[in-house]
T-cell receptor, first 114, second 115 residues
Framework: KAGVTQTPRYLIKTRGQQVTLSCSPISGHRSVSWYQQTPGQGLQFLFEYFSETQRNKGNFPGRFSGRQFSNSRSEMNVSTLELGDSALYLC?????????????FGPGTRLLVL | AQSVTQPDIHITVSEGASLELRCNYSYGATPYLFWYVQSPGQGLQLLLKYFSGDTLVQGIKGFEAEFKRSQSSFNLRKPSVHWSDAAEYFC?????????????FGKGTKLSVKP
């Protein structure tokens, strides 16, 4: 069974632009969670989607948003990019809501904001 | 609020030596605990997990971890380290504050392996 896939793997943007990242979960998994990883803050939870609804949200500004499609694929959008948004963005999928299920991570999308 | 502490930022061991990576958590009830490993430029790979039951958990790549409620710990061990184990290791706990369910991660322990 294929693992979690994320596209693109690398991205360079400039301040003020917006970006959309994509995540395809493991087949059959219905929950997708997003995390941001930076050297300073470590791994931080962004949000979780289950059945096309945001179920859970971390402490990030409204510039960070996401959505989930009927096939469980998810996208994450960051508007008005700031230098501090440079990070590795990781997507994780689980069979059901993440609280009671194991999360499996993708390879991540590395975003560099110049 | 729940938290995870990995006291060691960087550990160096010789190939063939034993390894123990420390993880302490804060949570009142029985936590769901995980260890993940991350190689440079890669995502997180699940090593093992603890939900309930036997407190000694076996994982992939020869790793094991022991849940000790009295010490609020979930230390990762391996009897003999291989050069390919060099990576960063993350301990995580499921966040049950406010019906959340996301993972709370420690800051990670970077493992270097000497030949």
């Amino acid at each position: 069974k294929a693992g979690v896939t994320q596209t693109p793997r690398y991205l360079i943007k400039t301040r003020g632009q917006q970006v959309t990242l994509s995540c395809s979960p493991i087949s059959g998994h219905r929950s997708v969670s997003w995390y941001q990883q930076t050297p300073g803050q470590g791994l931080q939870f962004l949000f979780e989607y289950f059945s096309e609804t945001q179920r859970n949200k971390g402490n990030f500004p409204g510039r960070f948003s996401g959505r989930q499609f009927s096939n469980s694929r998810s996208e994450m959008n960051v508007s008005t990019l700031e230098l501090g948004d440079s990070a590795l963005y990781l997507c994780a999928s689980s069979l059901a809501l993440a609280g009671s299920e194991t999360q499996y991570f993708g390879p991540g999308t590395r975003l560099l904001v110049l | 609020a729940q938290s995870v502490t990995q006291p060691d930022i960087h550990i160096t061991v010789s190939e063939g030596a034993s390894l123990e990576l420390r993880c302490n958590y804060s949570y009142g009830a029985t936590p769901y605990l995980f260890w993940y490993v991350q190689s440079p430029g890669q995502g997180l790979q699940l090593l093992l997990k603890y939900f309930s039951g036997d407190t000694l958990v076996q994982g992939i790549k020869g790793f094991e971890a022991e849940f000790k409620r009295s010490q609020s710990s979930f230390n990762l061990r391996k009897p003999s380290v291989h050069w390919s184990d060099a990576a960063e290791y993350f301990c995580a706990v499921v966040n049950y504050g406010g019906s959340q369910g996301n993972l709370i991660f420690g800051k990670g322990t970077k493992l270097s392996v000497k030949p």
